[in-house]
Nanobody, 115 residues
Framework: QVHLVESGGGLVQAGGSLRLSCAAS????????MGWFRQAPGKEREFVAS????????RYADSVQGRFTISRDNAKNTVHLQMDSLKPEDTAVYYC????????WGQGTQVTVSS
């Protein structure tokens, strides 16, 4: 069982940046595909970004391509999401997830972007 804990959320103005972090414990993190999802009020949870265990072939949702960057540090069991040029529509609870079928989830961290 892998335990995931997100941090780094907060309130930021449009155009600003935030860096989310996800710390993993309790399992073999280095072999897990890791990703970020988000859920805005009244909307379904959606995919944001993912990275394979090797850190290669990152994938991004079209809505964040070119603005967000996912990275991981297998030595520290962490995965990060650098979010730049934030927009009000990026406001959501952001979740860290792991595993080939996303079977591991964190509790989420709130990101609010003001206009």
């Amino acid at each position: 069982q892998v335990h995931l804990v997100e941090s780094g959320g907060g309130l930021v103005q449009a155009g600003g940046s935030l860096r989310l972090s996800c710390a993993a414990s309790g399992g073999t993190f280095r072999y897990l595909t890791m990703g970020w999802f988000r859920q805005a009020p009244g909307k379904e949870r959606e995919f944001v970004a993912s990275t394979y265990w090797s850190g290669t072939l990152p994938r991004y949702a079209d809505s964040v391509q070119g603005r967000f960057t996912i990275s991981r540090d297998n030595a520290k069991n962490t995965v990060h999401l650098q979010m730049d040029s934030l927009k009000p529509e990026d406001t959501a609870v952001y979740y860290c997830a792991g595993g080939n079928s996303w079977q591991f989830w964190g509790q989420g961290t709130q990101v609010t972007v003001s206009s």
